[in-house]
């Protein structure tokens, strides 16, 4: 019983050898990683021009004021609730310095250089971020990052310039928890759709006016938007194909796997022109590569790409062992140590995604939930659902300033529909979380989203971190008297409008979405109208 156990294993957890009729998946898991390593490097790149308006001392969140609050509540314990770097320090320069370092490691592990540890690198950077942004990280796509990127801890080469790795293919279990994540992203999200109760999804009205809606529209997404009714809710099925039943195909031999991969990559690249949701769709379609397998790939791939990465082929039963350097005599001394480090952490991140799973259909199941309680500070063993319930209504909120409380002068935004003539563009992978933020606390209250007050406060005083999350600064030569947030209604315009006057949007002002606030001669600052918008139609 224990040989047979410890086979079962070595087959799980030790490395996946190639056979004539099982393709192994080095390419896949080059590809795959260099994916991987574009997005790591989106998020830092975006917040090296961001982070300190968001959670820098001057910011709209300051890392150092949450961070001491978590130190306050939780004594000893705040190291685990809040796993960041930031612990040692706060300040511009730390904040800055993380995001640096972790662009960097990101490009190291794009050249492929000691990849482990870049992708190490790069997991506590991000970390760090998200467990000390409070509202500026709280997106499904930060967990998914996280998640990919943990697991792919275990399932990247190791050594310095490791090539292809085809001295050390991945183990099976690293591989099948990446794919279990690539299918509970869509699975679960399908699932949330039924379980919501929201009509459209169930009427097949939910995609009649999602381009319109979402945090960050697209000029196709404006042309796709005008389509008929018929095309919309035929999308809507095929949504409901594509998460509910196509993707169980991951679990079916490969012809399988490929025709999926082939099924929904080109309805992901639907998802990415039509709407930019950060790196999100981008991380979900490099997850598919993992589908494949190097038979596909090396059917697929130019012989020149791959002579010039210089693959050999994979090791078969006959071939003799290469002589073995002293890094590979210490991994191979060390390899049960490894094997059970493994075994520990991706069978706790099995546990708890399974765990969460099938909380959504029986919430009273009686399974353990300390584990869960262990990884959630971490964000890599997440449950997923996207667009569970539809907004059918688009609102933006606009900071504006005055001198006199007559006179009102819009702060433009870099990102976000404002400019009626402005054509909405395609931004993603880059993240304007400040950006995203808004739209979120539009469908909302200014009392459950209170960084709208915190940044007309920052506002009041040309607070230059918080200055740089907008395009420009209305107010350069003397901060404003007097700041307010209100908010409009934002509608696609039709054809005929855009073809003769060139508008893209047109707009309904609604009212004052936060109280106004205004700078006194001594430099206090009050409130001065309570009066705003709460309730939407």
Same mark, same amino acid.
């Given at each position: 019983m224990?040989?047979?156990l410890?086979?079962?294993?070595?087959?799980?957890?030790?490395?996946?050898?190639?056979?004539?009729?099982?393709? /192994?998946?080095?390419?896949?898991r080059?590809?795959?990683?260099?994916? #991987?390593a574009i997005?790591? +490097?989106?998020a830092?790149?975006?917040?090296? +021009?961001?982070?300190?308006g968001?959670?820098?001392p001057n910011?709209i969140?300051?890392a150092? !004021?949450?961070?001491?609050?978590?130190?306050?509540?939780?004594?000893?314990?705040?190291?685990w609730?809040?796993?960041?770097?930031?612990?040692l320090?706060?300040? !511009?320069?730390?904040l800055?310095a993380?995001?640096?370092i972790?662009a960097?490691?990101s490009?190291?592990?794009? @050249?492929?250089?000691?990849?482990?540890?870049?992708?190490?690198?790069?997991f506590?950077?991000?970390?760090s971020?998200?467990s000390?942004s409070q509202d500026?990280?709280?997106?499904?796509?930060d967990?998914?990052?996280?998640e990919?990127?943990f697991?792919s801890l +275990?399932?990247?080469p190791?050594?310095?310039? =490791?090539?292809?790795?085809?001295a050390?293919?991945?183990?099976?279990?690293?591989l099948?928890?990446?794919r279990?994540?690539?299918?509970?992203i869509?699975?679960?999200?399908g699932c949330?759709?039924?379980?919501?109760?929201?009509?459209?999804?169930?009427? @097949?009205?939910?995609?009649?006016?999602y $381009?319109q809606?979402g945090?960050?529209?697209?000029?196709?997404?404006?042309?796709?938007?005008?389509? &008929?009714?018929?095309f919309?809710?035929?999308?809507?099925?095929?949504?409901?194909?594509?998460?509910?039943?196509?993707?169980?195909?991951?679990f079916?031999?490969?012809?399988?796997?490929?025709?999926?991969?082939?099924? *929904?990559?080109? +309805?992901?690249?639907?998802?990415?022109?039509t709407?930019? $949701?950060?790196? #999100?769709?981008?991380?979900?379609?490099?997850?598919?590569?993992l @589908?494949l397998?190097?038979?596909?790939?090396?059917?697929?791939l130019?012989?020149?790409?791959?002579?010039?990465?210089?693959?050999?082929?994979?090791?078969?039963?006959?071939?003799?062992?290469?002589a073995k350097t002293?890094?590979a005599?210490w991994?191979?001394?060390?390899?049960?140590?490894r094997?059970?480090?493994?075994?520990?952490c991706?069978?706790?991140?099995?546990?708890?995604t399974?765990a969460? #799973?099938?909380?959504?259909?029986?919430?009273?199941? %009686?399974l353990?939930?300390?584990?869960?309680?262990?990884?959630e =500070?971490?964000?890599?063993?997440?449950?997923?659902?996207l667009?569970?319930?539809?907004t059918?209504?688009?609102?933006?909120?606009?900071?504006?300033?005055?001198?006199?409380?007559?006179?009102?002068?819009?702060?433009?935004?870099?990102?976000?529909?404002?400019?009626?003539?402005?054509?909405?563009?395609i931004?993603? &992978?880059?993240?304007?979380?400040?950006?995203?933020?808004l739209w979120?606390?539009?469908?909302?209250q200014?009392?459950?989203y209170?960084?709208?007050?915190?940044?007309?406060?920052?506002?009041?005083?040309?607070? &230059?971190?918080?200055?740089?999350?907008?395009?420009s600064?209305?107010?350069?030569?003397a901060?404003?008297?007097?700041?307010?947030? *209100?908010?409009y209604?934002?509608?696609?315009? !039709?054809?005929?409008?855009?073809?003769?006057?060139g508008?893209?949007?047109?707009?309904?002002?609604?009212?004052?979405?936060? %109280?106004?606030l205004?700078?006194?001669?001594d /430099?206090?600052?009050?409130?001065?109208?309570?009066?705003?918008? !709460?309730?939407?139609?």
């Open positions: 224990f040989e047979r410890a086979r079962a294993a070595r087959w799980l957890l030790g490395p996946e050898i190639a056979v004539e009729n099982r393709p /192994g998946h080095l390419w896949a080059w590809l795959f990683l260099r994916a #991987l997005w790591y +490097f989106s830092f790149y975006s917040l090296l +021009f961001q982070i300190k968001l959670i820098g910011g969140l300051p150092g !004021d949450y961070l001491q609050a978590v130190a306050g509540a939780l004594h000893g314990l705040r190291f609730y809040a796993p960041s770097l930031f612990w320090g706060s300040g !511009d320069r730390a800055m993380v995001c640096w972790g960097i490691a490009l190291a592990l794009f @050249l492929n250089i000691w990849p482990r540890v870049s992708l190490a690198v790069c506590v950077c991000f970390l971020f998200v000390s500026f990280s709280s997106y499904q796509s967990g998914m990052l996280l990919a990127g697991l +275990f399932f990247a190791p050594g310095f310039l =490791p090539g292809l790795g085809r050390n293919p991945a183990s099976r279990a690293s099948y928890l990446l279990w994540e690539w299918f509970r869509y699975f679960e999200s949330v759709k039924l379980l919501s109760g929201d009509l459209s999804w169930r009427n @097949l009205t939910a995609m009649d006016d $381009y809606n945090p960050l529209p697209t000029w196709l997404g404006w042309y796709v938007q005008h389509l &008929p009714h018929w919309q809710a035929s999308t809507v099925i095929l949504t409901f194909a594509i998460e509910l039943v196509i993707v169980w195909m991951v079916l031999p490969r012809r399988f796997r490929i025709l999926c991969f082939c099924i *929904v990559t080109p +309805f992901e690249l639907g998802i990415i022109f709407a930019n $949701y950060t790196f #999100l769709n981008y991380l979900v379609l490099s997850l598919g590569l @589908l397998d190097d038979r596909f790939c090396e059917w697929v130019p012989a020149r790409v791959r002579a010039f990465i210089g693959r050999k082929p994979a090791l078969t039963p006959g071939d003799p062992p290469p002293a890094p005599r991994r191979e001394l060390l390899l049960p140590l094997m059970f480090f493994s075994a520990i991706l069978g706790l991140v099995f546990y708890v399974t969460a #799973l099938l909380f959504m259909f029986a919430p009273e199941t %009686p353990p939930e300390k584990p869960i309680q262990i990884l =500070p971490f964000r890599i063993a997440n449950r997923y659902g667009f569970a319930v539809m059918h209504a688009r609102y933006e909120i606009e900071f504006q300033g005055s001198q006199n409380g007559v006179e009102w002068k819009p702060y433009p935004f870099r990102y976000k529909p404002q400019d009626l003539r402005r054509a909405p563009g931004y993603a &992978p880059y993240q304007p979380r400040f950006e995203w933020n979120f606390a539009s469908l909302g200014w009392r459950q209170r960084f709208v007050l915190w940044t007309e406060e920052r506002l009041l005083v040309n607070e &230059p971190d918080v200055l740089q999350l907008f395009a600064n209305p107010f350069p030569a901060p404003p008297k007097q700041v307010r947030a *209100v908010i209604r934002y509608y696609f315009t !039709d054809m005929k409008t855009k073809r003769e006057q508008l893209w949007w047109r707009r309904d002002l609604l009212g004052n979405y936060a %109280p106004v205004e700078r006194e001669a /430099g206090k600052i009050v409130l001065l109208d309570f009066n705003t918008v !709460d309730q939407f139609e």
